[in-house]
């Protein structure tokens, strides 16, 4: 019976919008779909494309530029990296 369980009630574990937005973009670039030097959407558009707000994507940016997997050209744009192929892989 459910109630027996004692971790039948234990907290969910939250993740991050943020998190499921690095997810994706890592898949992206497993699949193939988004190249090393291929520049991403603006912010704006991939807010729009993801239904999240543009804090949530400049935080997954953030996430995936820490991981190397994509570089920040301020005035340019947002870069997928060669480590982004390796990130994707792990």
Known sequence: MLVDD????APIPRQRL????VAR???YIA?????VG??????????????VAATTVREA???L??????????GSGV????GGVRASSE
């Open 31 to 35: 699949s193939g779909e988004l190249r």
């Open 38 to 51: 291929e520049r991403l959407p603006s912010i704006l558009e991939m807010a729009r494309s993801f239904g």
């Open 6 to 9: 004692a971790n039948a009630f």
């Open 65 to 74: 530029e820490e991981r190397r997997a994509v570089t920040v050209r301020h």
């Open 79 to 82: 870069f997928v990296t060669s």
């Open 18 to 21: 943020s998190d499921e937005l």
């Open 61 to 63: 940016l953030s996430r």
């Open 25 to 27: 973009i890592l898949a």
